[in-house]
């Protein structure tokens, strides 16, 4: 049978996960306890136990209460069939591997062991106990760790519809400032690299930002987040972009001649296109333009698609790759080295 001392103590918990901020004087009344310092000591014990309770004042009175991610949510009893319970089964795995190196995994460990133990014990013909473990969404690292801190910003910022401010180590060498302020659209990990699609506000477009390169991280109060531009679909915008993003990003830099250089003026091709200073010669009207990439497969693609008009300058290994596939391509075709059929 529960004490009453430990029936308190979950009250009082209960309170707090209901979002109370009370002072020691307001618990005890709420609590029907006959002083402040039993209030006192419970808190203790809430925070011996691990429950992070927090002090803010109010109007010269100091009051308690739980940060906004120890909240309790309501209203979470639902009914499942056994196919729907297996299909929660495997997206807590894949969530699991997704979210491994974000602030996130602990929570939906403990959230999923508590859901897993309820679901376990009402299905009839699954073992969801076993069947958890038969399934495998990767589990390795990012290629680049970055601060807990910008990701809890960022979910807050898309919470809130706020922008942020922030210093980013852009990997280009083009005019946007370190100090910017966007606001953001989408998370993602494509490939396991985590990211913030966000609306720039110096480019005025959205934008990439790789969550390991903001160095410093701001949420802006005092205005409202950007709208996201007019027929945005991150779909779409994850779609049109050259293969996956996993692994450190490199800098692919290409020369267009002439011929196509206003298509590259007039579409971005990737959401990190930047078209780069026009060649020192002012009668060579060529464009450099550079682009952030993690695999090379889809870029050697879309490079090769253009013809004479695109010429790789780095990487050197883009170059090397694209001039292979052309040998073998006129080998296959039998073309000889002098350009004559064989």
């Known amino acids: 049978m529960e004490t009453k001392s430990h029936t308190t103590l979950g ?13 020691k004087n307001e618990a005890a009344q ?4 006959g002083s402040e310092r039993h209030v006192l000591r419970l808190i203790n014990e809430l925070r011996d136990g691990g429950i992070e309770v927090k002090e803010r004042w109010r109007d010269g009175r100091k009051e308690f209460h739980l940060p906004a991610s120890e909240l309790g949510v309501e209203g979470t009893t639902v009914s499942l069939t056994e196919r729907q319970a297996l299909a929660l089964v495997v997206a807590a795995e894949a969530g699991r591997a997704a979210l491994k190196p974000t602030p996130l995994a602990g929570p939906l460990e403990e959230s999923f062991d508590q859901l897993l133990g309820r679901l376990d014990r009402a299905s009839g013909t699954y073992d969801l106990a076993r069947l958890r473990r038969q399934w495998h969404f990767g589990t390795e690292p990012t290629a680049s760790a970055f601060d807990p801190g910008v990701f809890e910003t960022l979910v807050e910022a898309l919470n809130r519809g706020r922008p942020v401010q922030i210093e980013y180590d852009s990997a280009h060498s083009s005019d946007a400032p370190r100090e910017r302020t966007v606001s953001p659209l989408v998370m993602a990990a494509p490939g396991g690299s985590w990211r913030c699609v966000a609306f720039c506000h110096y480019r005025e477009a959205p934008r990439d930002f790789t969550l390991s390169r903001i160095e410093d991280i701001v949420l802006d109060t005092s205005r409202v987040a950007a709208d996201p531009p007019e027929g945005f679909d991150p779909d779409v915008y994850f779609r049109e972009r050259f293969g996956d993003l996993s692994g450190d990003p490199e800098i692919v830099r290409l020369r267009v001649e002439p011929e196509a250089t206003r298509y590259f003026q007039e579409k971005s091709y990737h959401p990190t296109q930047v078209i780069e200073e026009p060649q020192e010669d002012r009668r060579d009207s060529r464009i450099i ?5 993690a695999g090379l497969e889809d870029i050697a693609s879309w490079v090769r698609s253009w013809g004479t008009s695109v010429t790789v300058i780095d990487p050197p290994e883009l170059a090397d790759k694209i001039r292979e ?16 059929a064989t």
Request: proline fraction near 0%.
């Open 11 to 23: 009250e009082l918990l209960q309170l707090f996960r209901d979002g109370h901020a009370l002072t």
């Open 30 to 33: 709420k609590l029907n306890l």
């Open 325 to 340: 596939d052309i040998r073998a391509l006129a080998e296959r075709y039998g073309v000889s080295k002098t350009g004559e």
């Open 289 to 293: 333009v550079s682009f952030e990439v």
